[in-house]
Antibody, heavy 123, light 110 residues
Framework: EVQLVESGGGLVQPGGSLRLSCAAS????????MGWVRQAPGKGLEWVSV???????YYAASVKGRFTISRDNSKSTLYLQMSSLRLEDTAVYYC?????????????????WGQGTLVTVSS | QSVLTQPPSASGTPGQRVTISCSGS????????VNWYQQLPGTAPKLLIH???QRPSGVPERFSGSKFGTSGSLAISGLQSEDEADYYC???????????FGGGTKLTVL
């Protein structure tokens, strides 16, 4: 059974750093495109970052240069290192797995999501 | 401001059919497939429709999707009270090299 479990959220001051983890089970994290999606309180979903099975990474403009996505295949865990945090980064952060298995990104969709971890940036 | 445009709200009575629209552009919906997610209050999003009109295992046939040009649409027939949730459309955006989402539509079952 596929499961994604996030951890690492919490309260951090503006300008601070935090590392989120997403423990995956039921599939090898290295074989799938994986992503982070966030949801600010009362708002919609916003893509944050993705990592391809081959290791390529991409970031939303709002976090580029501040966030780093990575994975540890041996631990089957996805990470999101967040630095220079801003008030507007406050959100529930979800990790998600791509489900199509397609070589064409235009077909990508997230078939499994974690339960989310709350990051609050406040002084 | 979300890249894809959805109506903020929709409503219907039990048994009715409702549709939710999703408007994009040539760099996203126009050249890629549309997906829909359902988010019940306090829970993570759940995949509802992928590849424009494909239902994952376990999703009732009442839910259907379509795409035409740079727009997508989600239809829910035989509306039930448990369908009350937020619905998000999503697709790949070629100019952003990543997925984009609609702002979400809150469905109320009257």
């Amino acid at each position: 059974e596929v499961q994604l479990v996030e951890s690492g959220g919490g309260l951090v001051q503006p300008g601070g750093s935090l590392r989120l983890s997403c423990a995956a089970s039921g599939f090898p994290v290295s074989s799938n495109y994986m992503g982070w999606v966030r949801q600010a309180p009362g708002k919609g979903l916003e893509w944050v970052s993705v990592i391809y099975s081959g290791g390529r990474t991409y970031y939303a403009a709002s976090v580029k240069g501040r966030f780093t996505i990575s994975r540890d295949n041996s631990k089957s865990t996805l990470y999101l290192q967040m630095s220079s945090l801003r008030l507007e980064d406050t959100a529930v952060y979800y990790c998600a797995r791509e489900g199509s298995g397609s070589s064409w990104a235009g077909m990508y969709y997230f078939d499994y999501w974690g339960q989310g971890t709350l990051v609050t940036v406040s002084s | 401001q979300s890249v894809l445009t959805q109506p903020p709200s929709a409503s219907g009575t039990p048994g009715q059919r409702v549709t939710i629209s999703c408007s994009g552009s040539s760099s996203n919906i126009g050249s890629n497939t549309v997906n829909w997610y359902q988010q019940l209050p306090g829970t993570a999003p759940k995949l509802l429709i992928h590849s424009n009109n494909q239902r994952p295992s376990g999703v009732p046939e009442r839910f259907s999707g379509s795409k035409f040009g740079t727009s997508g649409s989600l239809a829910i027939s035989g509306l039930q009270s448990e369908d009350e949730a937020d619905y998000y459309c999503a697709t790949w955006d070629d100019s952003r090299n990543g997925p984009v989402f609609g702002g979400g539509t809150k469905l109320t079952v009257l």
